[in-house]
DNA sequence: GAACCCATCATTTTT
DNA sequence: TGATGGGTTC
């Protein structure tokens, strides 16, 4: 086939029986998996309509599609390209009925399910320190994974008292899911299998429609997805897996790195092609990559190469502290730009995502715009969810849990009180909630309330109506108006409400965006598509920024220019992980490194701090194992010093000059990252990050924090003060009348002080922000 | 019913 | 350090 090597091409055209594609980083991969779906239609006659194509991401299987559409003329739109778990609910969707449930089942997401779960604890009286809701998910999670149902697990734990109680949580768990008309989303995965094993006739179906199957990232597989593909693949066999051991990163949610490391044996006649010529990363970086991974046991044997340059050295550099480092990162990503290299073409990657917010600060002060990829979506906001509420309850009625969200937001009187007493009532008398307030006039109780109750229902009512009349938008305009929620915000005026507003703008965009551009738009799609694809991604990728993200959301990503932070040990490799009695963690996480470095096509800067603050302490850091272990000749090593030495009076000795950057050795101030001239941190500041939802916090637009002091806090002395064993408040040397400086709000002058036990409350007006109440000991207030 | 205050606790995450 | 949740108080 044109354009590809020799192994490329073996692994397209070998079309029949069982085939694994072990697709190193950078090695082609999905032109492979395109290319091969082309020359099934093309050469093979396959029709379109027999073809699936598994992805774990949505964003994965929308690339996949566009290409597919791009190389096979005629049919590409039957090919079902599409995750797990939209696969599952398309399938569930029509056959959900006879396992006993409804069509129209709605989706929990993470946040949804700790609701039920919380319930339950509190049901079972369960103390959650012994059961924390985390875990009791987690283990729920894990269950489902591995096609237990609680009767099984209990088993298969061995009935032991904390067993049961977790099965216990289970059981209630599901019964709450199903009255509630609704599916997790291990659910999806659990349900389809489930609806096979029970219904050979349904699985036959679908086994008759994909007579050639592809899954992608295959190492990422759990043993679910394991279950299903091969209930599939069993009568036709044409089963095709694509992955990289060592790409495996994501056990800790499932993945079963087994399953491809074990293909060979669950089909022993299956073929194995391996894509060993990287494509990406000059000579000097994957080597580097090669060198590291060599370190782990037990993986498929095979070693990338490639015939490109040499390239620069991979640079290491450990700075004195994490600003030390975001600063130089900055400086590097300025001068990289300034050479006229675009800033989409750089990314900084992480291992978690709390190190995201340092590096922001930095890019704001320098004026450097960049996107965060991955974090907290646009999904999770608040203003959304309880929109979102509404659409749900008007699409399930069954859904309690929606229901309790929006009973009283906006805030109509409905009390927790009156809320319990129906839900009493509506388990007493087996009906579901929504019913029960049907009858609120028969709630012993519930009479004061009663009247709110039947406007809440009756607006329900409405609301279906409308949806049912005029379409999806204007359910959204409807939910907006008849709730005020839009004048509530209004009212408001805050920078935090405007933010809001804009996120809502933005889902009526994407309501009205479905709703044109689907053929039958429907509440149903809609919410399943907003619970299926929570990446906010879409759309606005034309803009020039940096990419910041973790360096799990980095895989399958590439980027010429590429930085990983924080390269210390028990950052990177987490102290998890190093904790952990399990020997693969460890691996884990050098797979992880392996990924990050194979993102890198020309630079790679790999970067630690000697001191970094970690959960409210500083802590003396020690450099990663990772950077010892790429081979000598392949690295540079620069450095403000040697890791893990620092001198303890290094910082008392910047004590008093806070109102500079907290920054050694000329960087910061002399360098052009100093406060002055930047974009300033308060309101109104230009949405860097991205604005649509703010999702990073710092850029002026955003929703998360909700005080305007809580981001971009300044570096204040007091965590200095205690390094050096002093006592933090102390006296004041200011009075009413003078002036003072604040480290984020400036100038201003102090109106009144009270003195509050051992320490002050300031008033202070502000020039630029007006009147705030602080604490003297916290506001490190300078006398001018 | 809502505003505070204090204690507690912190990977990685897509669907 | 910081977010978050439960408990307390008004």
Redesign the pocket.
Known sequence: MEGLNRFQDEACSYTEGPLLILAGAGSGKTRVLTHRIAHLIEDKSVNPYNILAIT??????NEMRDRVDKIVGYGAESVWVS????MC?RILRRHMEVLGGNNNFTIY??DEQ?TVV?EVLKLLNLD??QY???GML?AISKAKEEYLTPDKYEQEQGYNFRSQKIAEVYREYQKRLKQNNALD??D?IFKTIELFEHHPEILDIYQERFKYIMVDEYQDTNHTQFMLVKMLAAKYRNLCVVGDDDQS?????GANIYNILNFEEEYPDAKVVKLEQNYRSTANILNAANGVIANNEGRKDKRLWTDKEDGEKVVYECFDNEYSEAENVVRRISQLNGQGKNLSDMAVLY????QS?IIEEKLIMAGVPYKL?????FYDRKEIRDVLGYLKTVHNRDDEISIRRII?TP?R???????NRIVEYAYQNNIDMFSAMDMIDEIPGAQR?AGKIKEFTELIYTLSDIYNRDGLTALYEAVIEKTDYANILKAEGTDEAKSRLENLEELKNKIVNYEEGSEYPNLTELLEEI?????ADTGIEQDDRVSL?????AKGLEFPYVFMVGMEERLF?????LD?DDPD?LE??RR?CYVGITRAMKELRLSSASTR?V???RNYCKESRFIGEIPKNLIVRKGERAPGYMQKNEFGGRRGSYDDDYSFGGFGGSSGFGRSGSQGYGSGSQGYGDSLYGSG?FGGSSA????SS??A?PY?S??LD?LKGMP?GGDIDYKVGDTVKHIKFGKGTVKEIVKTGSDYEVVVDFDRVGEKKMFASLARLKKL
């Open positions: 774990f991401t949505n964003k994965a299987a995750t797990f778990h939209s609910v997401d993470t700790k919380r959650p320190k924390p809701e985390r987690s989303f291990d999806l990163i994501y056990k800790f949610r291992r978690t995502n709390n917010r990829v991955g974090g907290t979506g009283n805030r009187g409905i009390g927790d009180t009156t809320v309330a619970s299926l694809v929570a990446d993200m973790t360096l799990h959301s490799p987490s102290g998890m992980s952990s963690a884990e996480e992880l603050m959960n409210g302490s916090g998360k924090k909700s005080t809580a981001s806090k204040s007091v965590s205690s933090s």
